[in-house]
């Protein structure tokens, strides 16, 4: 089959794909920006890509001229865009997505939405089915999957509750803990969306899909407790408090405070399955919760985690333009330039030590100050620390590390780029290279930042005695030296 992939680079988007291409059909991802795209070479052979906007239309008939598609996937979905833009976007990019599919001669849709069952929608579950309505009225045959929490390493739902459960003993929460979810674990998702092509049953229809256990979100927290071997108490108190949700869901977990805002407010909805069809149209044996869980964390001891939904560039860098930082700037910029000599047979194992940086690996010297910066970040309405990193040794170009952005993960080349997203009066690059002169290896670390105003350079100033001993001493260390 012909498919269309879009979102290809989303969470949901990198698990299906490789499953897609070993079933042997023919994918085409469609990309914002190729320079994301970093999946296994291996896979990168077997695709075609298409770098395009869904929202912008208007470049719609020049992309997809002359192409022909069986199914086409809809994957995309932000809960970083602010609440007053989200409908507007969301139903912008669905109808671009329409005129694509007709141009294309799509057999039929895919969409994987929320479930949406419950009175008085959040604005997060509002603009989902405002997209599902797009869909209905297009004439195309459409299969709509609603699903609640999906668990799987890397999943924003995953990361959050893990997040509270590994770093609180003691949780006193808001009532929204107490309302109704029925989780499905990430492998029942995928099942379902690849069973589905093609398949007539599933036409013109919208199934909500679960597993096998409704939970309460507090017992979601105490369940991983357990799995994990945690002793945890939750306290929920009789009141709500978005607001104030909101604030503590920023502060303690990896989302920035627009996600966590879409999240509190789409969590005083039950989203627990009503009709259960397609258990009979696609049988699998459905993961319970803990299973699932069990098999997230597997996945991430192995480092075997594919995607992360963290890897999305921040609210503040939806339309990051990679190639526009891999240069990084000389006017007008502040350096902090270090290197030291290594000998050439401990290149690769320098190499592996800085391509490992942040997540729980820490930052090589002062992670105690690191951490500090991290919360003041958060105080600012930054992303922090919290994001970690996707794997602890893997890395490609898009990941985040912590409060970074990877920009460059060149192996062969032994160049690190990262570029900041932290909250900060200016842009701020990282870089970790090693140069060979013949006999001698050279590790250089240069630190970049190009003020806005006399704000930026006050900052600068007032972070060079921290630059100082903190860049200084981390340098030594990923060279090996005490």
């Given amino acids: 089959m012909r498919i269309l992939l879009t979102g290809a680079n989303g969470y949901i988007g990198m698990r299906l794909l490789p499953v897609l291409v070993e079933a042997g059909h023919e994918v085409t991802c469609v990309i914002r920006d190729k320079n994301r795209f970093k999946p296994s070479k291996d ?41 007053s833009t989200l409908k507007e976007y969301e139903l912008r990019a669905a109808g671009c997505f329409v005129l694509v599919a007709l141009l294309t001669q799509v057999k039929q849709i895919a969409y994987l939405s929320g479930i949406s069952n419950d009175q008085d ?34 999943s924003v739902s995953f990361e959050i509750i893990r997040d509270l459960t590994e770093k609180l003993p003691v949780m006193i929460v808001p009532r929204w803990l107490n309302s109704k979810c029925q989780p499905i674990a990430i492998r029942n998702v995928i099942y379902y969306l690849e069973h589905c092509i093609l398949n007539e049953k599933t036409f013109y229809k919208t199934f909500e899909i679960g597993g096998p256990d409704v939970l309460s979100y507090k017992q979601m927290l105490l369940d991983l407790a357990a799995v994990r071997g945690y002793k945890r108490y939750i306290i929920a108190l009789p009141v709500l408090f978005p607001g104030v949700s909101a604030y ?9 405070y627009t996600v966590a805002k879409q999240l509190v407010h789409s969590m005083k909805n039950d989203v627990v399955c009503k009709e259960f069809s397609i258990r009979e149209i696609i049988p699998q044996e459905l993961i319970n919760y803990k299973g699932a869980i069990q098999m997230a964390f597997k996945r991430i001891e192995q480092n075997m985690v594919i995607s992360s939904w963290t890897d999305s560039a921040s609210s503040s860098l939806n339309y990051l333009d ?5 240069e990084v700037p000389v006017n007008g910029c502040f350096k902090d330039k270090k290197w030291t000599e290594i000998p050439n047979e401990e290149i690769e194992e320098v190499a592996n030590r800085f391509f490992s940086i942040g997540g729980e690996n820490g930052w090589y010297y002062a992670d105690m100050l690191w ?45 690190l780029l990262l570029f900041a997203e932290m909250k900060l009066p200016g842009e701020a690059w990282l870089e970790f290279v090693i140069v060979n002169n013949g006999n001698r290896s050279i590790l250089k670390q240069t630190a970049t930042f190009r003020p806005k105003g006399i704000m930026g350079r006050n900052y600068w100033y007032a972070m060079l005695p921290f630059h100082f001993f903190i860049f200084r001493n981390m340098l030594k260390r990923i060279a090996g030296k005490k």
């Fill in 322 to 326: 990679v190639n526009q930082f891999i």
């Fill in 248 to 256: 503590w869901l920023y502060f303690t977990t990896s989302a920035n």
């Fill in 43 to 83: 896979l990168l052979d077997k695709v075609q890509i298409i770098e395009f906007d869904f929202l912008h239309p208007e470049n719609a008939v020049q992309n997809f001229k002359n192409k022909e598609f069986d199914v086409a996937y809809y994957l995309i979905h932000s809960l970083a865009d602010t609440s």
């Fill in 371 to 415: 951490r500090m910066r991290g919360v003041i970040d958060k105080l600012f309405g930054g992303v922090g620390l919290t994001r970690g990193r996707r794997s602890k040794v893997d890395i490609e170009t898009g990941d985040t590390i912590d409060f970074w952005r990877v920009i460059l993960a060149d192996k062969k080349n032994h160049r």
């Fill in 121 to 154: 929608l959040s604005k997060h579950l509002t603009a989902r089915k405002v997209v599902k309505d797009v869909f209905i009225k297009s004439g195309i045959p459409y299969t709509i999957f609603e699903a609640g929490i999906i668990v799987g390493s890397g």
